[in-house]
Every structure is written in C-alpha cells, then in structure tokens.
C-alpha cells in the first residue's frame, strides 16, 4: 500500500465514524478514530423526567443493546431511591439479559464479524455459499429476540422493565412454550463454539487490562462489583474514582481511562478472562473441549469468547425459565425518597455505568452515563497503532480490511456505535 | 426484470428501526431473493452505486453533514421513506428542540466547542419530499414488509391509521385508565405496537406518534385527573414523538408545573 486510501464506510458496526491513518517517510505518523455519531445529548434531556421514565428513555441510547441501558438505569434509580427489589425480579431481569445476549451475540458472531473470517463481505452473501449456517444464526438471533419479546412485550425497547422491577409477571406458560427453542439454541451455541475454534484468526496479541464486573456466585452480567485484570477489585459505587471519561476534539463520543491515565478494556474477553471460573459446567466444558488457553488475549477472540457466552446464557435460561413461578406482586411499592445511586451491569459489548440523583418529587437532577464503546476507545486506538505497521505494508484493500476487521471485533456499538467508519490514509 | 434496488440510510437514531430489517429473521432471506440490498452498512460492506429504487431512512437530521447527506439520498432515491419516530418527528433527540442546545451541551460535555450539531433535531421531511412515513420507535417490522411487498405488487399499502386504543379493546386487554388510573395516551398514539404497554399493565407512552385526526384536548382534558404527579400529561406528550405537531400542541397546551426542574423544558 502506498498511496492514501479513504474508505467511505465502515459497514457491520453500530454508529458513525472516521479513521485516518497518516504516514510519514513510509511509517504511521498519525492515527485519529474520528467518532461523527452525531451526539444525543441523553444525560442533557433526563433533567427533570420523571425516575419512572428513565428505563423508557435510555433504552433509546441503543436499539441493539436496550436491555443493558434499562438494567444499568433501574438498578442505579433503586440504589438512589433505596428501593429493594425481590429475588424473583432479579432473576427475571437475567432471563431478560440472557435473552438480549443471544439476540445481540447472534448478530455479532455471524453478521457483523464472521464474514470477514471467512472471506465475505456479508452474512447476505455467506447465505449463498453456506445457507445452513446463515440459517442457524437466524434462528438463534429469533431465539433471543423471541425471548426479549415474551418478557419485554417487543425486542427493541421493551416495555416491561420498571424502577421496582416489571410492570407485569409474563405469564408462566407463554416462557415455558420457549424452552424446547432454548434448548435448541444451547445445542446450537455449543456447535458455535466448536465451529469459532476453527476459525483463522489475525496473529495479534497485547497486553491488556481487562475491566468487568464480577461476582463469586454467578458469571456476572446484571450486576458485580468492578474487577480489573490488574488485580484490583472495587465497589461498583466506586467506579469514577477509578475510570474517567474525556472528551476529545475529534470525538463526539466521550473517552474513558483509569485514573493512570492508560486505557483499558471492557467487553467479553475481558469478561470471560476475568470470570471463566464462575461460568458453569457447560461452558466452562465447551471452553475445554476446544482447548482454550487463558487468557486471551487477540480481540479477533473475542468471537469464541461470545460464542463460549452464548452457551452459558443459553444454560442459565433455560433453568430460570424452567423454575419460573410468577407470585406476588411483580414491583415493589416505594415511597418517592431524594437520593444519588449508581449502576453496573455488562452490556453484550462491555461494562455499563450509570449514576442518577433524584429529587424527593422524583425527578432527576443529574445523570451520568458511561457506555461500553466509549471505555474501549482509547484501547481501539491503541491496537490500531500496534496493527498500522504490519496492515500498511498490506495491498489498500486487504489493509483496510484489516483495520475494519479489528474495529468491529470490538462490536462498538457508536450510536451507542454501524454505519459509516471513513479510513483515510494520508502519506506527508 | 431487475430486482428493485434498496438503500437504508442512518441518521441520527440508535439503530433499532435498521435493526427490525435485521430482525425479520423468518423473513430477511426472502426479502433479499425479492429485492437488491444495495446499500445498508449495518448488514453488508458492499455497496451498489446509485439510483436506488427504494430509500430507507432512519434517524433525524441533527448535524450540518446530515443536513447536506439527505439532499443527496433525495436525489438517487425514487421512493423515499422515512423509518420510524427520529425520521417521522425528530424522535427523542428533538427533546432538545424546547430547550437550548448550549445549555444540553454545557451538560454532556466537557468540550461543547467540539461539537458539530445544529439547534434542531428534525424529521426528513423538514429537509426533503418523504414519499411515505413509517412511524414507530421502533417501527413495526411488518408494516414495513407490507410497504416493500405494496412497492413490488405496484399497489398502495395498507397500514391502518386507528389509535392504540382499539387495538386494546381488540385484544381485550384491561383498561389501565378506568382499573388502574393510570395516564395511557392509547386514545391519542397511532396503532402500530399492538397495544404492548396497555397489554403489560403501563399507560400507552406515545411511541408511534399522534394518530391522524385525534382531539388532544379531549385526551388530556380526560386524563388530567389522573396524573401520577404535577406534569406528568406534559410529560407523556413531550417524550419519544414529543416533535410531533399534534404531541407538540397537545403538550403546550398544558400548563407547566410550578417548580418545575431545569432541562427538558422550554
């Protein structure tokens, strides 16, 4: 490659964006990950809305990834308005979460990110060479989307979800009718995973640090306290003491780092490296049966280490909805109580944060929301300048390939993150 | 003959209305042996040159670069169809059309001199023709099956244009105004979700925008009295399609709580 090269579009991603790779004397001079996802301003709006409306709102921020929005967004307005949800609610918001991980893994694995393992440009036009495969990703992807919509009432921007708990108990018969579907889709995650193993993955290693929530009793996904592959471990409560957002000229999305300054790393490899010992039998054997050694570090990985997700939530899903027994009132009566709350969860593409303070009428006065794909920028960056030296000596085409392959192995979620990454490369 | 040629375009939006294309898992085979994908970045990085037979847009217009884009998508476009809530009525970023945009920024970001964003977010039609609106946050996938199918077949399609509040009655779920009184804008959003909120035990919260021809006056002159707390109609109406002409009157028609917080409002 020698000449400067601009690609029009980034496809497979969620969100609008530019790279610009600039070379100077034939070395990479400069790298910018411009972000034009035009801004939203959410935190600005949420002023003054009444708390019950926040789940409603910020599921908005990401059609892909509503749940995490909601989940993060509730838990951190109970904790502001000292609400106490009940076991069986927070069991329900897992089911809930499980079924946004299959819908969204789904999509990730086979749509967005396998074709370019396997030399195709969409999972549209991997239809036509393997149809069964293309056809089994559908089905998972409904599978998800099925469940979403059994609790939730539609799977983009589900209703059901209130500061409390649900709305309603979805009815006992209509989950347990998804439990042969379930069942199929844990057969299905587990052919996944065998099948990602044979994948050929770009050689790329670096040392990270991988941040996740965490839990000794569960793999954590709806709540944790905050684990750092550093070692460190802190009280979600804590979270903005330790990691910080910035907003960068060239950025309509805020950048997150430790306090140290140094980037780091948030999504399912950090996850499953963190928290392998807290998956469950089932995935824990499918991780072996492929012999997976720990930890993995190449971000293309991070596609077995969905796909090793999939299986768990597939397993965690069907034995909640297989024990799912609605009883009692499915919200817990609050009174109104001024307060300052936080909340993490994980979001398929990584640790989500949100803090509120409500007023004693309940409405907000400040929000603050800290979403995967803006922690994982400054890491995206870094792994481009460590991938630049090696792609630019690449044919134009096969270089930005690989500079887009590495992108959306992150899964960035820029309206939250597909649409539109310019790559511009100018040589000085 | 050559297959109708099909481009979905992202405005500023969060994805969910391209998403239902993606989510028409039973369908999306089908849909692509019927029509050319020609362009669509969330499914596919080839893309076709155009003019395109069939434009899909979602997202409002909100930055200067989106503004200009548009025209440009007007014109390799013959049929252009606005997708859901953002493109239809500015969608839950024209909160800030009733309140200053600075003063959003000032909130948000460190840097607001980073930003390019304009005043306004607004729907498509503000800019160009929309030859069809398909409202929704998210749309309903299969209304819009039903205009690509109504597109081949050469036919107008048929979306009906009743309230939420039929599709209650219809499937029979229990009023939560009269069991429960709650606030529900069913009588006053256009159908569309199926009545999902009503039907989970919650008022109507105006996804799919005003329905044609509905006395707002009359809605909220009836649900005044059951207000949760001082504004929350105001709030209802101003939310998702809060942009809307008729949600947009309807809400400032109400009067504004004393005391009412700062944001979010004129």
């Known amino acids: 490659m020698n000449q400067n090269i601009e690609i029009p579009a980034l496809a497979r991603v969620e969100g609008e964006g530019a790279l610009y790779v600039r070379l100077k004397d034939g070395a990479v001079s400069e790298i910018v990950l411009n972000i034009y996802e035009p801004p939203r301003f959410f935190e600005g709006f949420l002023h003054g809305r009444y708390f019950q409306e926040v789940p409603d709102i910020t599921a908005r921020i990401c059609g892909i990834c509503p749940v995490a929005y909601q989940m993060s967004s509730v838990q951190a307005l109970e904790a502001a308005m000292g609400v106490k949800i009940t076991p069986q609610v927070r069991t329900l918001r897992r089911l809930l979460y499980c079924a946004e991980y299959i819908e969204s893994h789904a999509l990730h694995i086979y749509m967005l990110q396998a074709p370019d393992l396997v030399g195709h440009e969409s999972a549209i036009s991997l239809a036509g060479e393997a149809p069964e495969l293309v056809k089994k990703a559908l089905r998972l992807k409904k599978i998800g989307n099925d469940l979403l919509r059994t609790i939730g009432g539609r799977s983009v921007h589900p209703v059901n979800t209130c500061v409390g708990g649900f709305y309603r108990w979805p009815d006992k018969k209509v989950i347990q009718a998804l439990l042969p579907d379930l069942r199929w889709a844990l057969q299905a995650s587990l052919e996944t995973v065998e099948w990602a193993a044979t994948l050929n993955y770009p050689q790329f290693e670096q040392n990270y640090e991988f941040v996740a929530c965490s839990r000794p009793d569960e793999y954590a996904i709806y709540d944790g306290a905050v684990l750092s592959s550093s070692g460190k471990q802190i009280n979600h409560e804590d979270f903005e003491k330790h990691y910080l957002e910035t907003h960068v000229p060239q950025s309509n999305a805020l950048h997150s780092h430790s306090v140290a300054g140094t980037s780091y790393f948030v999504g399912p490899l950090a996850r499953l490296n963190l928290n392998f010992a807290q998956l469950r039998p089932l995935a824990q054997e499918a991780a072996q049966k492929i012999n997976l050694q720990l930890p993995l570090r190449n971000p293309y990985k991070g596609l077995i280490a969905r796909a090793i997700e999939l299986v768990e939530v597939c397993d965690v899903a069907i034995e909640i909805a297989e024990g799912y027994q609605p009883s009692g009132e499915s919200h817990v009566s609050f009174k109104l109580q001024a307060g300052e709350g936080c909340g993490v969860s994980e979001a398929p593409r990584g640790l989500i944060y949100h803090r509120y303070i409500v007023d004693e009428q309940g409405m907000i006065r400040f929000a603050k929301i800290t979403p995967p794909t803006a922690q994982n920028f400054a890491q995206m960056e870094a792994d481009l300048w460590a991938l630049a030296p090696s792609a630019i000596q690449l044919p134009q085409e096969e270089a930005s390939i690989a500079f887009e392959h590495l992108l959306r192995s992150y899964d960035p979620c820029i309206s939250c993150a597909t649409h539109f990454l310019k790559l511009k490369v100018e040589r000085s | ?266």
């Open chain 2, 1 to 266: 003959m050559n297959k109708p040629t099909v481009a979905v375009y992202k405005f500023s939006s969060c994805d969910g209305c391209q998403l239902s294309i993606l989510n028409m898992e039973d369908e999306l085979l089908d849909l692509v042996g019927a029509v050319e994908i020609a362009y669509f970045l969330e499914a596919r990085r080839r893309t076709l040159p155009g003019p395109y037979d069939i434009a899909l847009v979602e997202g409002s217009v909100t930055t200067p670069h989106e503004a200009e884009r548009i025209q440009q998508i007007r014109q390799d476009a013959k049929i252009l169809i606005a997708l859901g809530t953002c493109a239809t009525a500015g969608g839950i970023q024209a909160l800030r059309n009733f309140t200053s945009v600075e003063d959003l920024a000032q909130i948000v970001y460190e840097h607001p001199e980073y930003l390019h964003t304009l005043e306004k977010s607004s729907p498509i039609a503000e800019y160009v023709k929309v030859d069809m609106e398909l409202w929704g946050c998210p749309i309903n996938k299969y209304q819009l099956l039903e205009v690509i199918q109504a597109i081949l077949q050469k036919r107008r399609p048929n979306l009906p244009n009743h309230s939420v509040c039929l599709d209650c009655k219809r499937r029979g779920a229990v009023c939560v105004v009269v069991s429960q009184g709650v606030a529900c804008l069913g009588p006053a959003t256009r159908t569309g979700c199926g009545a999902l909120c009503p039907a989970n035990g919650r008022g109507c919260y105006g996804c799919f925008g005003p329905v044609p021809n509905g006395d707002l006056k009359a809605v909220s002159a009836a649900l005044s009295p059951v207000e949760r707390y001082p504004g929350e109609l105001r709030h209802l109406f101003r939310n998702i399609s809060g942009y809307a002409p008729a949600f947009r009157q309807a809400a400032d028609g109400l009067t504004e709580p004393a005391n009412a917080p700062v944001g979010g409002q004129k």
